[in-house]
């Protein structure tokens, strides 16, 4: 390969890890073409965006970001696939759902919300993270709650008022 083109991967990995809020390195390594080609339609349904890259590449690529990656170093052996997601936990839930049927892949490390989380015991950590969506839909449940309660004291008063002052009107 030439130093050219070695020189425009590394760019376009440093620009897709830059733009990347949350991305997993993954070990996909003897998978048989049948389970790669389930992996990656299962992450393009997902949005996920998997890329096989070379170990020394990527290495080339992290160093660009001046020390925020150098945990991942140490883990750039074997094959090393990147998974890119707008969403923290779909990478890991998808790991875990397809190792019900394969021993691969295998968590290297993932970043995730600012966080950087290394070895495949990490995955259930990960998979139980909430999506930012997930969040608000728990708060703005959490938000309703009291004004439930106050309509409901309210509608519940209003029929023991109107029962007060139905005996109150029929003793006179």
């Known amino acids: 390969m030439k130093r050219e083109d070695k020189n425009t991967i590394i760019d376009n990995l440093k620009e897709s890890i830059g733009n990347s809020k949350h991305f997993y390195l993954a070990d996909i390594s003897n998978l048989d073409a049948e389970s790669t080609s389930k992996l990656r339609r299962a992450c393009f349904e997902k949005e996920i965006q998997l890329v096989v890259v070379k170990n020394t590449l990527l290495r080339k ?8 990656f150098e945990e991942f170093y140490s883990l750039l052996n074997n ?17 875990k759902e397809f190792r019900k049927t394969s021993e691969k892949p295998i968590l290297k490390a993932a970043y995730v919300e600012e966080s950087i989380y290394i070895g495949d015991d990490q995955l259930d950590a990960l998979s139980s993270i909430k999506s930012k969506e997930e969040l608000l839909g728990d708060l703005i449940l959490l938000l309703q709650s009291p004004a439930r309660n106050v309509l409901s004291a309210l509608q519940s008063g209003n029929s023991k008022l109107a029962g007060i002052v139905k005996t109150l009107s029929e003793k006179e």
């Open 61 to 68: 690529a992290l160093e660009k970001f001046e020390g925020k």
């Open 79 to 95: 094959s090393t696939s990147i998974m890119f997601s707008q969403v923290a936990n779909i990478p890991a839930k998808l790991i």
